[in-house]
C-alpha cells in the first residue's frame, strides 16, 4: 500500500473531484481543480530539478496556493518546510541552512527578507513569488505564469509509505527543530489512519475517500495558520475524506464567524485559549449565524475550562472536543465535553490514545494518583532533523516497545483518564516544588478582568525560581491585583499562585497561538513588575501593590 500524503489525496480528487475542497477568502477549489493546479506545480518544480529528498520552503500565510505547494511538493517525494512568516532575518537564515532549503514559495509580502537572507543562503536555487496585493520588488519567479506553461496531467512515479514528512516546531522556547515522520506514522498518528477513540487501523489506502464517497461531506473551518502542524493535520485527513476546508489568510475573530455562517461551517478547529477566548467573545457582541456549528476542536495548547464555559453557555448544542499532543508525538489523547458534561480544574483530561502511557522517571508506567511524563507508542517519529542526540533524548522503551516522550508532564487519573500539566522545559522549580504553567494560566483567565496570560519562572535568591506571570487584561479593566491573588488562591495551591505580575497590552504568541517565551524571558528581565508578593511570603500572606 502507498500509504502517502499525495496518494492520498490523489484518491480523494479521483473520488469527487467536483466537489469543493477549499474556500480561502473568496476563491474556491474542486479537488479537479486543486489536482490540477498541484501537478502543473510540481511539473514546474520538476523541471527545475526538484525530486526525491528535496526540501522546499513554504513562507506563507494561508492560502489555496500553499496548499498546492504542499501536495505538489509531495507529489514529487520532495519535503515541503513550513517557514514561520513573523521570523527575522536571523531566524531565516537559520532555518533555511538548517533546513537544508532548495527551493522557496513565498508571498511577495516577504520578499524584502527573502531578498536580504540570499546572499547568505546559496543552496535555495530557486525561487516562486504568490502573488498578495502588495507591490513588493522581487526577483522570484511568478506563481501563475509557472503554473500556466505546464500541463496538468498526473504522471509522476511510484511513491513510498517511507516519504519523509518534516514539521519544524515553533521554537517558543528557542530555535526551531524539524521533527521528521514516516507519511504512514505520520497519518497513523494524525490523518486518520487509526480512529482516534477504538484504536482501529483503517484497512487500505482508499478507506477515507471511499467512506468520502458514499457521504456529501462536512464543513470544516482551520483557524490556525498552516506553518503549524495542528492546522496541516486538520486540513490533510478532510481533504482525504471529501470534507471541505476553509481557511483565514489570517486570523480575525470576527472573520471567522462571517465565514461560518457564509458556508455554513459544521467543526471549526482552533488552538487553545488564545484563539477561544476572542473568538467566543466576538461571538457575543455581534450577531453571528452559527446554527450549522455542531463541533469545536481545540488542540495544541491550553483551552481553559472558563473559556469551555463561555462556549457551552453561548452554543450550549455544541460538542468541544479537546486533544492533546505535540510535534515529536502526534495525537496523545481527547476529551469530549458538552453541556452536560462534569467540570473539572486545571489542565486537560482526556482518555489516552492508542498506546498513550504515563511513565516516571524509572520508564516505567506510573500507579494511578502519580505525576509522570506522557510516552506514546506505536507510530512514532523517526526523531529531530540533523540532530541524533537529541533525537536519542526523546525515545525510551518500555516492556520492549520504543515509545516517544517529548516531555509533557501528566497525572494519570484513578479511572484511567490522563490529566495533562504541561512541559517540562517550562516547568517552574520554586523552592523544590514543581509547577506546571498551563495550570495557573487556567487559574488566572478565569478572573473576569484577565483576557490572556503566560506564567513564567524568573530568578529568585531563595527559591531558585518564583512563579511569574504575565498578564493581558481585558479592553477597559484595571487589574485588582488583590482581589486576582485572592481569587487564584481558591483554585490553586498557595506555592502555585504568581509571586511577581507584569501587566502588558498583549500576550506575545506565535501565529499559531502557542506562547512565546522568549518574549516573556525579556519583558521580565527589561521591566520593573507591575505588582510583588511580600517579601517573606509563600504559600499565604499579605501582598502590596509596587508603586507606580
Known amino acids: ?61 494561508n492560502s489555496i496556493q ?14 515541503p518546510v513550513n517557514v514561520n512568516y513573523r521570523y527575522v532575518e536571523n531566524e531565516l537564515r537559520y532555518l533555511f541552512t538548517d533546513a537544508d532549503l532548495t527551493g522557496l514559495v513565498h508571498e511577495r509580502r516577504y520578499a524584502p527578507l527573502v531578498e536580504a ?58 530555535y526551531p527543530k524539524g521533527v521528521m515522520w514516516r507519511h504512514e506514522d505520520v497519518w497513523r498518528t494524525l490523518g486518520g489512519g487509526i480512529d482516534y477513540v477504538t484504536g482501529e487501523v483503517l484497512p487500505d489506502e482508499w478507506a477515507q475517500s471511499r467512506r468520502g464517497a458514499a457521504n456529501p461531506g462536512l464543513t470544516r473551518l482551520v483557524c490556525a495558520p498552516l506553518i503549524h502542524g495542528a492546522a496541516q493535520w486538520a486540513a490533510l485527513p478532510s481533504l482525504f475524506s471529501g470534507d471541505k476546508v476553509v481557511l ?24 487553545g485559549d488564545a484563539m477561544g477566548r476572542p473568538l467566543i467573545e466576538a461571538y457575543e457582541r455581534g450577531s453571528y449565524d452559527a446554527t450549522t456549528l455542531v463541533a469545536i476542536s481545540s488542540h495544541a495548547a491550553l483551552f481553559s475550562p472558563s473559556v469551555k464555559d463561555q462556549y457551552l453557555a453561548l452554543l ?49 508506567p506510573v500507579a494511578p494518583g502519580e505525576v509522570g511524563r506522557i510516552a506514546r507508542g506505536g507510530h512514532v517519529p523517526l526523531g529531530y532533523y540533523k540532530d541524533e542526540a537529541k533525537s536519542a533524548r526523546i525515545f525510551v522503551e518500555v516492556d520492549g516497545a520504543r515509545y516517544v516522550v517529548p516531555g509533557d508532564f501528566a497525572r494519570l487519573e484513578t479511572d484511567g483518564s490522563i490529566t495533562l500539566l504541561g512541559r517540562g522545559n517550562v516547568s517552574i522549580n520554586t523552592g523544590g516544588e514543581k509547577v506546571f504553567g498551563e495550570e495557573v494560566e487556567a487559574a488566572l483567565k478565569s478572573h473576569p478582568d484577565v ?10 535568591d531563595r527559591l531558585g525560581q518564583r512563579v511569574a506571570a504575565l498578564l493581558q487584561p481585558r479592553d477597559g479593566a484595571v487589574i485588582d491585583f488583590a482581589a486576582l491573588d485572592a481569587h487564584v488562591r481558591e483554585r ?18 506565535a501565529p499559531s497561538a502557542k506562547p512565546d517565551y522568549r518574549w ?23 501582598h502590596a501593590q509596587l508603586p507606580g
Open 117 to 174: 537572507v540570499a546572499p547568505d543562503t546559496p543552496a535555495v536555487r530557486h525561487r516562486i513569488v504568490v502573488e498578495d496585493g502588495t507591490d513588493t520588488a522581487c526577483a522570484s519567479t511568478p506563481y501563475e505564469p509557472a503554473l500556466a506553461a505546464q500541463p496538468g496531467g498526473r504522471d509522476f512515479g511510484e511513491r513510498s509509505a517511507d516519504d519523509l514528512y518534516l514539521l519544524f516546531t515553533g521554537g517558543t522556547t528557542g
Open 492 to 509: 490553586i495551591a498557595g506555592y502555585k499562585t504568581p509571586r511577581s505580575l507584569w501587566v502588558v497590552d498583549r500576550v506575545g504568541r
Open 520 to 542: 516573556a524571558r525579556a519583558h521580565t528581565e527589561t521591566h520593573p513588575p507591575d505588582w510583588r508578593a511580600s517579601s517573606g511570603t509563600t504559600g499565604g500572606g499579605v
Open 248 to 271: 483565514l489568510p489570517r486570523f480575525d475573530p470576527d472573520a471567522v464567524w462571517r465565514a461560518v455562517g457564509r458556508h455554513r461551517v459544521q467543526v471549526m478547529t482552533i488552538v
Open 451 to 460: 483576557f490572556d496570560a503566560l506564567v513564567v519562572g524568573v530568578p529568585d
Open 1 to 61: 500500500m502507498a500509504l502517502n500524503i499525495a496518494d492520498l489525496f490523489e484518491h480523494a480528487a479521483d473520488a469527487f473531484p467536483e466537489r469543493v475542497a477549499i474556500a480561502c477568502g473568496d476563491r474556491t477549489a474542486t479537488f479537479a481543480e486543486l489536482e490540477r493546479r498541484s501537478n502543473q506545480l510540481a511539473h514546474h518544480l520538476a523541471a527545475q530539478g526538484f525530486g526525491a529528498g528535496d526540501h522546499l520552503g513554504l513562507y506563507s500565510r
Open 66 to 79: 500553499a496548499v498546492e505547494t504542499m501536495i505538489a511538493t509531495y507529489k514529487l517525494r520532495a519535503v
Open 316 to 364: 450550549p448544542n455544541v460538542v468541544i472536543t479537546d486533544a492533546i499532543g505535540s510535534s515529536e508525538s502526534g495525537f496523545n489523547g481527547l476529551a469530549m465535553i458538552t453541556r452536560d458534561s462534569p467540570r473539572t480544574g486545571g489542565g486537560p483530561r482526556v482518555r489516552g490514545g492508542p498506546s498513550t502511557i504515563v511513565i516516571g522517571e524509572d520508564d516505567r
